[in-house]
């Protein structure tokens, strides 16, 4: 009979603190990325917040059209927000990969204390996707009605990513 590859419950708490160590780490690199990519070419998705909150690609004559922001600065704001909300959940996603790591090796109940920036950080670029793109973009300024300038599915892939990170995140450990 071949052993398990798995040998004792240290072996186990092992394997499954690096997984949810390393979800937390790959969304903190995801964050880093794309706020680094919006800080180096900001032109690319301020067109794309410039054109949902103008409302200029929804369905012509919508009754929603009055929502339409067309005011420049305001624009600005908004993209400058999300920014400031991913490089903000980058940190947060690192902090909460490092405090995994820093008790990796530790007792349940601490590495459980540990996990606790990493909810904060999953949650936070969760409420990202939901509340700016979904909510604000999709449903406010109608982001769905364009064909050009519709980020639902991206927001949504990413919610859900994050959604399933969280659950993995959260699983108890066994108590051997």
Not at 45 to 60: A, E, G, I
């Amino acid at each position: 009979m071949n052993p398990s590859p798995i040998s004792s419950p240290a072996d186990s708490h092992f394997i499954v603190r690096w997984c949810k160590l390393l979800l937390v780490a790959s969304v903190a690199l995801f964050f880093t990325v794309v706020a680094f990519n919006n800080i180096t070419d900001p032109n690319s998705n301020y067109q794309f917040v410039r054109h949902v909150l103008s409302m200029d690609s929804t369905f012509p004559g919508n009754r929603g059209q009055w929502r339409a922001i067309s005011w420049p600065v305001a624009h600005i704001v908004f993209y400058a927000g999300i920014i400031v909300w991913e490089v903000f959940n980058a940190v947060l996603c690192w902090w909460a990969a490092v405090k995994l790591f820093r008790a990796r090796s530790a007792s349940v109940e601490a590495f459980h204390h540990a996990k606790r920036v990493g909810v904060a950080a999953i949650t936070a670029g969760m409420l990202l996707w939901m509340v700016a793109f979904l909510t604000v973009g999709g449903e406010w300024f109608l982001m769905w009605q364009s064909h050009i300038w519709n980020g639902q599915d991206a927001a949504f892939h990413m919610f859900t990513v994050e959604g399933v990170i969280l659950v993995i995140l959260l699983l108890p450990e066994a108590v051997h």
